[in-house]
């Protein structure tokens, strides 16, 4: 079973500040995911990837598979960025049954961004 | 917003009795999926589809069960509902076994 590792588990910062978010995985994987939960409870995806870079308006994925580490960039961060943060990855499964469509997920990070 | 509905949003029933959760979809969308979500663990995967009537479970299946008779209906079912089965459900549905997941908006069940 893959174990994901999110860190901090708790972030606070103010308006304007530069956010990073890490994920640690133990095991090969085919794919990562970062969510985003509202305080409202919905859950959003942000990115699927499983190499490099991607970017989304302030936001930014990174992925090593080496390292078997990913981080979430906030830029420019705003209140409205306030959420939970999910990383979620999908193993590499022994053979290509149903079973390998399954996700582990971390166990979020919260952000709080103060005006 | 992909087009995904769960249905009650809020449900308070007693330890023992029945209880049966839905999730709709109108993307046509091939997998959907039943998660829990409880305070201390990450979202954890009780059962999921691949198709009408393909079914499968997941890490937390003990006690539930689920059907799929149509494309866009997924039923989660506690045949018997017990406090620990207190939790927030989440539905998902996806393209394929590779792509993106979405998520529906939802369930709180309170088993008292």
């Known amino acids: 079973k893959n174990e994901v590792e999110q860190s901090p588990q708790n972030l606070t910062a103010q308006e304007g500040e530069f956010i990073t978010i890490n994920c640690s995985y133990s095991v090969g994987i085919s794919a990562l995911h970062w969510l985003q939960q509202h305080p409202g409870g919905g859950i959003v995806s942000l990115f699927m990837?499983?190499?490099g870079k991607k970017k989304h308006g302030r936001l930014i994925a990174t992925i090593n598979i080496q390292e078997k580490h990913s981080s979430l960039h906030i830029t420019a961060s705003h209140p409205r960025d306030s959420a939970v943060y999910i990383c979620a990855v999908r193993s590499l499964g022994r053979d290509s049954g149903a079973g390998s469509y399954q996700l582990t997920f971390g166990k979020g990070t919260k952000l709080s961004v103060i005006p | 917003d992909a087009g995904i509905t769960q249905s009650p949003r809020h449900k308070v029933t007693e330890t023992g009795t029945p209880v049966t959760l839905r999730c709709h979809q109108t993307e046509n969308h091939r997998y959907m999926y039943w998660y829990r979500q409880d305070p201390g663990h990450g979202l954890r995967l009780i059962h999921y589809?691949?198709?009408?009537?393909?079914?499968d479970k997941g890490e937390v299946s003990d006690g539930y069960s689920v059907s799929r008779s149509k494309t866009e209906d997924f039923l989660l079912t506690l045949e018997s509902a017990t406090s620990s089965q207190t939790s927030v459900y989440f539905c998902?549905?996806?393209?394929?076994?590779?792509?993106?997941?979405?998520f529906g908006p939802g369930t709180r069940l309170t088993v008292t």
């Open positions: 589809s691949y198709g009408v009537k393909d079914t």
């Open positions: 998902a549905i996806s393209g394929s076994f590779s792509s993106e997941q979405y």
């Open positions: 990837l499983s190499s």
